[in-house]
């Protein structure tokens, strides 16, 4: 059963398979609503485990329910910087992986900062990434993960409200929480690109999950502390459209 309790950041309580159900048939609606008025939908995606259940849900929705995805156009929240393009890290190879190549994504409308970009270039890589989230439109809709310092994208601690899509040094706990999948600390870079926190939360919409007790005290953090740069997933209370789906064992006692 859903539950909702109303904060400065909306929180629904169900389980993982719910959310992931509900946020899926939301970005379904948005899809067809966008097609019927002759446009296209924008979507803020991010990557790591927590999203996987709504890529499968919308997988699911375009095999079995015709779910067109030729008129989505999608941003990614962020990229690691050092790797070369065919390297299995790389957020673009998992988007391919889990929804991409599954929906039949036009390449072209699936934007994710490159993981190569030189040194000399990334400035205007990250400007050339604002522009072209301006020119589709603005994002409609924005799933989000937190990291478990609180982080959203890759806007480590110490990120200001007004940042924009820039290269940045990753925390060493979020280096830490990648490790596994790089064999070993030495091989997780140290850099990536990310969408600011004013490029999030121009969003019109945003979509929050965090599931599992792992996450209970960050989810704490996030309703209880003050809003500021120590906890960038406190920016996003307060935003006019954002739900922060949990589940029962991450949503912390009240
Ligand atoms: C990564 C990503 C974030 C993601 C977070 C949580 O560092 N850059 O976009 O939300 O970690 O990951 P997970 O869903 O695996 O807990």
């Known amino acids: 059963m859903m539950s909702t309790r109303e904060t400065s950041l909306p929180i629904v309580t169900t389980s ?4 992931a159900h509900s946020v899926a048939t939301e970005i379904a609606e948005l899809i067809r609503a966008r097609r019927r008025g002759g446009r296209a939908a924008v979507l803020g995606l991010p990557t790591g485990r927590t999203p996987l259940a709504v890529y499968a849900a919308l997988v699911e929705l375009h095999r079995h329910s015709a779910l067109d995805f030729s008129n989505v156009v999608t ?31 036009d390449p072209a409308n699936a934007w994710i900062p490159a993981s190569d970009v030189a040194p000399a270039q990334v400035e205007a890589h990250c400007r050339e990434y604002e522009s072209a989230i301006l020119a589709a439109g603005g994002i409609d809709l924005m799933l989000l993960g937190i990291g478990r310092n609180g ?5 480590e601690p110490g990120s200001a409200r007004d940042s924009r899509t820039r290269e940045v040094r990753l925390a060493e706990s979020t280096r830490e929480d990648c490790r596994a999948h790089f064999g070993g600390a030495a091989h997780v870079p140290e850099r990536a690109i990310t969408m600011g926190v004013a490029t999030i939360l121009a969003a019109r919409r945003i979509r929050v999950l965090a599931f599992g007790a792992a996450k209970r005290e960050i989810v704490r953090r996030t309703l209880d502390e003050a809003t500021g740069p120590a906890l960038p997933a406190t920016y996003l209370r307060g935003h006019a459209d954002v739900k922060l789906f949990v589940d029962a064992e991450a949503r912390p006692a009240s």
């Open 75 to 105: 941003f990614n929240l962020d990229e690691y910087l050092g790797l070369a393009p065919q390297h299995p890290q790389t957020f673009r190879r998992y988007m391919r992986e889990h929804l991409f190549d599954a929906v039949g994504l």
């Open 151 to 155: 982080h959203i994208g890759f806007n």
């Open 16 to 19: 993982a398979a719910e959310a």
